[in-house]
């Protein structure tokens, strides 16, 4: 992991997502780089041109002193967190957040994207109902998911949620490269259901023999309510960062499909980091 894209609107939510940022880069020996997407205005004046074009620059002058006069405090918080040392670069656009995004991913080489999510009640509308979700759906770059109530803590627990189907190996692999970084355990969970394949018992023990020399742990539980199930395996096994990995279009909504009409007593706190299928 040598590129990683922190996207900031810099609220506090993207402020303590940046924390999480400038550790990966730190741990990685990364380069962390710093995008703000803004929008112009819709101005519908079509007989002045030349005053909506004074609009649009106004707009611009305006998008780049601010975004100069934030970048202080970023360097401040890296400061404060002992991670003034981490290499950073700046990156201003305007235009649609998604488009802008994937674009420097292209042009940049990005290994894995950082940004905060708000307003989240649980996992299905953080992956669901928030411009991180739609970050989720349409990045092919992995998205470090960072709730707005997640202070930074060492990263000791990580759970790896699994069908144990081959394909899954990639981001368990990428799961274990972290844990290394972090000195980190990884706990794999998966949840049986009636759907289970009939071979889902020698793929578990095939698994256990292929990374018995890693530290790693295999939990296989039971539950009718999958995002509940994951949400207390977060907290009996004091989790402190999820990965997950998409298997198709759609992928989010099929697994919470049965969640919808039940309300979570509590959210997660805890990052969530999503590979996409490749």
Request: proline share 3%; aromatic share 10%.
């Amino acid at each position: 992991m040598k590129q990683i894209l922190f996207t900031t609107d810099f609220s506090e939510a993207a402020h303590k997502a940046f924390v999480y940022a400038l550790k990966f880069a730190d741990s990685f020996d990364a380069e962390l780089i710093v995008l703000h997407v803004y929008d112009l205005p819709i101005v519908e004046t079509p007989s002045l041109p030349d005053s909506t074009m004074e609009i649009f620059d106004i707009v611009e002058m305006n998008q780049f002193e601010s975004f100069r006069d934030e970048l202080p405090g970023l360097h401040k918080i890296a400061e404060e967190n002992n991670l003034g040392h981490v290499k950073l670069r700046n990156i201003l656009q305007y235009g649609d957040l998604i488009y802008n995004i994937n674009k420097v991913c292209e042009d940049e080489v990005i290994d894995m994207i950082v940004m905060g999510t708000r307003g989240a009640t649980g996992l299905k509308e953080t992956f669901l109902g928030s411009k991180t979700g739609s970050v989720i759906s349409n990045s092919k770059v992995p998205v470090l998911a960072i709730p707005a109530e997640a202070d930074y803590k060492s990263i000791k627990s990580i759970a790896f949620t699994t069908q144990y189907q081959d394909k899954d190996n990639d981001a368990l692999r990428s799961a274990l490269d972290i844990a290394s970084k972090f000195g980190a355990r990884v706990q794999c969970l998966y949840i049986k259901n009636d759907d289970d394949p009939e071979d889902i018992e020698e793929r578990i023990n095939e698994w256990k023999i292929y990374y018995r020399d890693e530290n790693i742990d295999f939990f296989n539980i039971a539950g009718d309510h999958i995002e509940q199930t994951i949400l207390d395996f977060i907290e009996n096994q004091k989790v402190d960062l999820l990965v997950m990995r998409t298997h198709k279009r759609g992928f989010f909504e099929s697994l919470f499909h049965r969640s919808l009409t039940k309300k979570l007593a509590y959210h997660s706190n805890v990052p969530l980091l999503v590979f996409h299928e490749s």
